[in-house]
T-cell receptor
Framework: GQNIDQPTEMTATEGAIVQINCTYQ??????LFWYQQHAGEAPTFLSY????GLEEKGRFSSFLSRSKGYSYLLLKELQMKDSASYLC?????????????FGDGTTLTVKP | DVKVTQSSRYLVKRTGEKVFLECVQD?????MFWYRQDPGLGLRLIYF???????EKGDIPEGYSVSREKKERFSLILESASTNQTSMYLCASSYRVEAFFGQGTRLTVV
């Protein structure tokens, strides 16, 4: 099975940088996702890492270390609209559907 | 754009009723999933399907069943609804990597 840990809540200031960490213990690994979910809305895809290293996409970057079972999502130049829940999910490579197990999510509050 | 549509946004059912939650995707994806989302528990996988008529149990299948008769449609069935099944239900579909989620159905069982 999968065990995924991420902080429950974080607060940051508009314009700042925030790093949301995710650690995992898995029996099978085929990549790690980050999703963003605004209150009352569906999760939307942010990033996918399958190899070690940093993936940058605009203001958002995601890092993976498979040997350490560790990932982080880095958000730069924070905006008020970044207030949301950020979900870390590990993809299981042992099934045809590539099902994912999600962490409980980190609720980020961006303050002016 | 990929569209995943869930039949109801809000639903109120009585204990013991049989409940059907419908999900339709328009991108010919092989894989479809049903999750429930509860405060403090995150998204938990109930069932998934990787092809028509194929289904596999997720982490919390008890009290649920699913049906996939057509590629675009994946139904979640609560055989006899109970109050502990009050939750937000999210359907998702995927092809290779990312999953696309529907808007969710908030089910209340009274």
């Amino acid at each position: 099975g999968q065990n995924i840990d991420q902080p429950t809540e974080m607060t940051a200031t508009e314009g700042a940088i925030v790093q949301i960490n995710c650690t995992y213990q898995t029996s099978g690994f085929n990549g790690l996702f980050w999703y963003q979910q605004h209150a009352g809305e569906a999760p939307t895809f942010l990033s996918y890492n399958v190899l070690d290293g940093l993936e940058e996409k605009g203001r958002f970057s995601s890092f993976l270390s498979r040997s350490k079972g560790y990932s982080y999502l880095l958000l730069k130049e924070l905006q008020m609209k970044d207030s949301a829940s950020y979900l870390c999910a590990v993809r299981d490579g042992s099934t045809n559907a590539g099902k994912s197990t999600f962490g409980d999510g980190t609720t980020l509050t961006v303050k002016p | 754009d990929v569209k995943v549509t869930q039949s109801s946004r809000y639903l109120v059912k009585r204990t013991g009723e049989k409940v059907f939650l419908e999900c339709v995707q328009d991108m010919d994806h092989e894989n479809m999933f049903w999750y429930r989302q509860d405060p403090g528990l995150g998204l938990r996988l109930i069932y998934f399907s990787y092809d028509v008529k194929m289904k596999e149990k997720g982490d919390i299948p008890e009290g649920y069943s699913v049906s996939r008769e057509k590629k675009e449609r994946f139904s979640l069935i609560l055989e006899s609804a109970s109050t502990n099944q009050t939750s937000m239900y999210l359907c998702a579909s995927s092809y290779r990597v990312e999953a696309f989620f529907g808007q969710g159905t908030r089910l209340t069982v009274v």
